[in-house]
């Protein structure tokens, strides 16, 4: 995973708040992660997803100590569980939301989807810092833009809270406008995006999370990886004409061993990219009646239905028949 020296010092000091609140001294957890006693230049996302992880040990809650209730660790893996096969972006942020809705209590997120826009809206009885409201649409569409593969714009983030003294990485941190002292806490994009389908298989959700949540910290830009690159130029013609790894190599002008080793530094492969795509089309395909499960293995380029079987209940834990008739 690319490490970018992304993160200002100042959402360190946020971080370690919750300790100082607690009375737990900062110092160890900091020389823990590699980083300073005080630390006064951006950090990287790997280095501050360590700082986020070690937090959630010591006082056991990956929100730091700001929700209603704890969100004990371990929660975050289960929403990722809980939302990985949603199908596309408005299910899983629907998803999401009533998960932490159920962990949290507060913040409470709800979604609405007007005049072209998604609202995602958070109330609160009681007021929370920017940081709370920060790390909310961290995790939130964190895994919302990894589901989909590719980065969601944001339109307006309005903060119902003070703004933080000396603070101009809230405003540039997001690539959106942030308005504070707002009567309502909420994110807006365009609600085109929630048509998108969600197009990360069960292999992929692991190495997801063995990087999390410093992988969260990056606002994704998936258009311009190689697994991307890989991705598109698969997904723009039909399985059974899928090209092998060597001529995918040239497709892009490169050698073989140059793509293998770019598609391992992203902890991607070309048959764990394939399985995705194949996964993806293949829930699509199953439920059209019209089909039989040994049309549907053709079109995705198995030359025996026995081998999609095999493939299929790997991928989701359902035998395609079994699939077809809970649809």
């Known amino acids: 995973m690319a490490e970018r020296h992304n993160i200002a010092p100042g959402f360190v000091q946020d971080a370690l708040d919750c300790l100082r609140a607690r009375q737990i001294p900062t110092a160890p957890l900091l020389r823990a992660v590699g980083l300073p006693e005080t630390v006064t230049q951006p950090v990287t996302n790997v280095q501050y997803g360590r700082l986020w992880w070690g937090i959630a040990q010591e006082i056991q809650d990956e929100f730091f100590g700001l929700g209603a209730r704890a969100m004990r660790p371990g929660s975050f893996d289960l929403m990722c569980h809980a939302v990985l096969h949603s199908g596309n972006l408005e299910r899983a942020l629907r998803r999401s939301l009533q998960f932490l809705n159920v962990i949290l209590d507060e913040p409470s997120g709800e979604m609405r989807i007007r005049d072209g826009e998604a609202v995602i809206t958070l109330t609160d009885a009681h007021p929370r810092p920017a940081f709370a409201y920060r790390a909310y649409w961290l995790i939130l569409m964190g895994v919302a833009c990894w589901l989909i593969g590719r980065r969601v714009p944001l339109r307006l983030l309005d903060f119902a809270c003070p703004a933080p003294q000396d603070r101009q990485d809230y405003r540039s941190f997001f690539g959106a406008p942030v308005r504070f002292q707002q009567q309502t806490t909420r994110l807006v994009f365009d609600s085109s995006y929630l048509t998108l389908p969600v197009v990360r298989s069960e292999t992929a959700l692991e190495t997801f999370l063995r990087e999390a949540p410093a992988n969260i910290l990056i606002r994704y830009r998936h258009d311009h990886d190689m697994s991307s690159r890989v991705r598109a130029r698969l997904g723009a013609e039909p399985p059974v004409d899928w090209p092998?790894?060597?001529?995918?190599?040239?497709?892009?002008g490169m050698s073989a061993p140059t793509l293998r080793r770019r598609l391992q530094a992203e902890g991607q492969s070309f048959g764990a990219i394939k399985d995705e795509l194949r996964s993806v089309l293949a829930q699509r395909l199953l439920p059209d009646a019209s089909l039989s499960v040994a049309e549907v293995a053709a079109r995705l380029g198995y030359s025996e239905p026995s081998a999609?079987?095999?493939?299929?209940?790997?991928w989701t834990g359902q035998t395609p028949g079994s699939y077809r008739r809970s649809a």
Request: no cysteine; aromatic share 18%; hydrophobic share 55%.
């Open 244 to 252: 092998d790894f060597d001529t995918m190599a040239a497709r892009l």
């Open 308 to 314: 999609f079987h095999r493939a299929f209940l790997k």
